[in-house]
C-alpha cells in the first residue's frame, strides 16, 4: 500500500521532536537530514538487493559474480561494511545499526557507518552528510539519538517500491518549512520561502536541457524548482543540468540530499565562498557560464573587496555590503545567447550611492537588467524588510520591446498573512507574472492596465533613468508606491546619502566663499 504524504510528514515530524530535549530546533536539521537520507539509503539498497536474491533464486553463483551481477543491474550506489574482518564487522546500514541500539557507542557507530557510505561512493555521496558533529555523545547523547532512530523507524519503508518521489521530496520539503518556521532568522541561511523561489523560477523560465546555477544554494529549493516547474510545464525536468555552490559544509550537504530525494541525480554541489573561490571555471579560469542563474544571496554581507577581477562590471562593491558583487559574479556566470538571472535582494540595492552607484550605472549602460519587482515587506524568515526581484539578461538578448529600458512592477501590497510571516499567493505570484509579460505603450504604461494583474508596472527607458542618476527606487517611476511600504533600513540608507550629499554641498560652499575672502560661515 503506497504511503501518504501525511503519513510520512507525520512520522518523520515525530522524530525531529525527540531532539527537543537535547537542542534548539535551530539545530534539528543538521541530525534529521542525515539519518533520514541514510534510511533512505538502507531501504532502497535493501529493497533492489530482495529483488536480486527473489530474480537469482537457486542459482549457483560465488559471492564474487553474485556482488557484480547485482551492483551491474540492481543497485547504483553501495552499502559497505563496517569494522571488515573483525568481530563488530556490520553493514553500515540503517537496519544493522539499529539492531545494536541499546548498547554503547551508538553516535560512534552511526558516525562510522555514514563515513564509510560516503567513502565507498565518492562520485555521489563524497562530503553529503557533512561535518556529522551530532555524533558525538557531548552534543546528542545516546539515548536521545536512539529515541530519534526508533521514531524515524517507525516511518514506512523509504524507496520506490513503496512511495513515490514527489512523497519523499515533499516530505524532505515539508521538514524544510518546519524547521524554517520554528527557528526564525537562523532559517534564511538555506530556506528561501516556496512563494518567493516560484515567482524568480517562473520569471525565468527553465528549458529541458538547459543549466541551471545558484552560486549560494542553500538546501538546493531553488533548483528543485526549476526542475519541478519545468515537468509540470510539460518539459523533463530531470534533463536539467544543476549546479549550485553553499558556504556552509553542513547546509551544501542538506542540498545534495534534498536533490536525490527528489531523483534528481545531474546535480553538482560545490563547497566554498562564491566570491572568493567561484568553484565552477572553465579551462581558462574564468567563471563558468549558464543559462540560469537565481539565487537569494545573504543581505548587506560584509566581504574584502577585489582587488582585480574580471566580474567587477562598473566597480569594485564597497566592504559593508556584497550585494552588488553577488549581482557581478551572476551576470559573468550569464551564458552569452540566452542567459538569464533573477535574485532577491534589500531595496537598498536600488539606489545607494558610492561604489554600489557605480556599478549600478554600468550595468544599466550595458542595458543589462530587465526589470525591478518590489515585493512586500515580512516575506523571509531572516529579515522583515521589504525585498525586490532583479531580473538580468545577457548582452544583446533582451526582446526588441525590452531594451533600452526597465521594467518596474510594484508587488508591495500583493500578500496574505500567515502565522510569523507575509506570503505571496498562488494568485499574487499570476499577477505578478501578468505585469511582467505586459506590453507597454509608448509612455511606458501598459497597454491593458487589467491585463497586468491590477498592479502598477511602467516601462522607464534609460534615459529617463540616467537623468534621475540611475537611482532604481520604484517610487521614482511607480508615483503611487505606498510610503509606508517603505521600511526603516531603506529610510536611513536615504537619509544617509542625503546627509552625505549635503554635506559636501556644504563644503563646497565654505570652499567658494573662503576663496572669495568671506570668513565666519563654518559654523
Not at 521532536?17 to 532502497?44: G, H, N
Not at 557507542?105 to 556529522?132: C, H, W, Y
Not at 546535480?267 to 537565481?294: C, H, M, N, W, Y
Not at 533582451?398 to 502565522?419: C, H, I, M, N, Y
Request: charged share 25%; aromatic share 8%.
Amino acid at each position: 500500500m503506497a504511503v501518504t504524504q501525511q503519513e510520512i510528514e507525520s512520522r518523520l515530524w515525530d522524530a525531529a521532536d525527540e531532539l527537543r530535549v537535547a537542542m534548539p530546533e535551530a539545530q534539528y536539521a543538521s541530525v534529521v537530514f542525515p539519518l533520514m537520507f541514510w534510511k533512505y539509503l538502507s531501504d532502497t539498497w535493501e529493497h533492489h538487493h530482495q529483488e536480486f536474491l527473489a530474480e537469482y533464486e537457486g542459482d549457483d553463483l560465488s559471492a564474487e559474480e553474485a556482488r557484480e551481477i547485482e551492483y551491474r543491474d540492481h543497485q547504483s550506489f553501495e552499502i559497505p561494511s563496517i569494522h571488515p574482518g573483525t568481530v563488530h564487522e556490520r553493514r553500515a546500514s540503517w537496519s544493522s545499526i539499529l539492531a545494536t541500539i541499546t548498547q554503547p557507542g551508538l553516535g560512534q557507530r552511526v558516525r562510522a557507518s555514514l563515513q564509510a557510505i560516503e567513502t565507498a561512493n565518492p562520485d555521489k555521496f563524497s562530503r553529503l552528510f557533512g561535518s556529522m558533529t551530532w555524533t558525538s555523545e557531548e552534543v546528542l547523547p545516546g539515548e536521545v539519538l536512539a529515541a530519534v532512530m526508533q521514531a524515524m523507524d517507525r516511518t514506512p519503508k523509504m524507496h520506490e517500491g513503496n512511495m513515490s518521489h514527489d512523497v519523499l521530496g515533499g516530505a524532505y520539503e515539508y521538514l524544510l518549512k518546519r524547521f524554517s518556521d520554528g527557528s526564525g532568522t537562523r532559517a534564511g541561511q538555506f530556506f528561501t520561502p516556496r512563494e518567493v523561489v516560484e515567482l524568480i523560477v517562473e520569471i525565468l523560465d527553465p528549458k529541458s536541457h538547459e543549466s541551471v546555477y545558484d552560486p549560494t544554494c542553500g538546501s538546493g529549493g531553488m533548483l528543485i524548482a526549476s526542475a519541478n516547474l519545468l515537468k509540470a510545464h510539460g518539459g523533463r525536468g530531470y534533463t536539467l543540468k544543476l549546479h549550485g555552490q553553499e558556504a556552509v559544509q553542513d547546509t551544501a550537504g542538506v542540498a545534495r540530499m534534498n536533490l536525490f530525494m527528489h531523483n534528481l541525480t545531474q546535480f553538482k554541489v560545490e563547497v566554498g565562498d562564491t566570491l572568493r573561490d567561484p568553484r565552477f571555471k572553465k579551462l581558462d579560469g574564468s567563471v563558468a557560464q549558464f543559462d540560469v542563474i537565481l539565487a537569494n544571496p545573504p543581505y548587506s554581507l560584509k566581504w574584502k573587496p577585489w582587488t582585480s577581477d574580471p566580474r567587477a562590471i562598473g566597480g569594485t562593491a564597497p566592504s559593508k555590503s556584497a550585494d552588488w558583487a553577488f549581482v557581478q559574479h551572476m551576470i559573468a556566470s550569464m551564458a552569452p545567447k540566452k542567459g538569464r538571472a533573477g535574485v532577491v535582494l534589500p531595496h537598498g540595492v536600488l539606489f545607494r550611492g558610492g561604489e554600489e552607484g557605480a556599478i549600478r550605472r554600468g550595468v544599466l549602460d550595458g542595458d543589462l537588467l530587465e526589470a525591478v519587482i518590489g515585493l512586500p515587506s515580512n516575506l523571509f524568515y531572516n529579515t522583515t524588510i521589504p525585498t525586490c526581484v532583479l531580473v538580468f539578461r545577457a548582452p544583446g538578448t533582451k526582446a526588441p520591446e525590452r531594451q533600452g529600458g526597465v521594467l518596474f512592477v510594484d508587488a508591495s501590497t500583493r500578500f496574505a498573512k500567515a502565522t510569523n510571516r507575509n506570503i505571496l499567493t498562488e494568485s499574487d505570484i499570476a499577477n505578478v507574472l501578468a505585469a511582467y509579460h505586459s506590453t507597454f505603450d509608448t509612455d511606458g504604461n501598459p497597454v491593458d492596465p487589467d491585463g497586468a494583474g491590477g498592479l502598477a508596472a511602467r516601462f522607464a527607458p534609460l534615459s529617463e533613468i540616467a537623468a534621475n542618476g540611475y537611482d532604481l527606487n520604484i517610487g521614482r517611476y511607480i508615483k503611487h508606491v505606498a510610503a509606508e511600504q517603505e521600511d526603516l533600513g531603506t529610510l536611513i540608507d536615504a537619509y544617509n546619502i542625503a546627509r552625505a550629499e549635503r554635506q559636501k554641498a556644504e563644503q563646497r560652499m565654505l570652499a567658494v566663499l573662503a576663496s572669495a575672502g568671506i570668513e565666519g560661515f563654518d559654523e
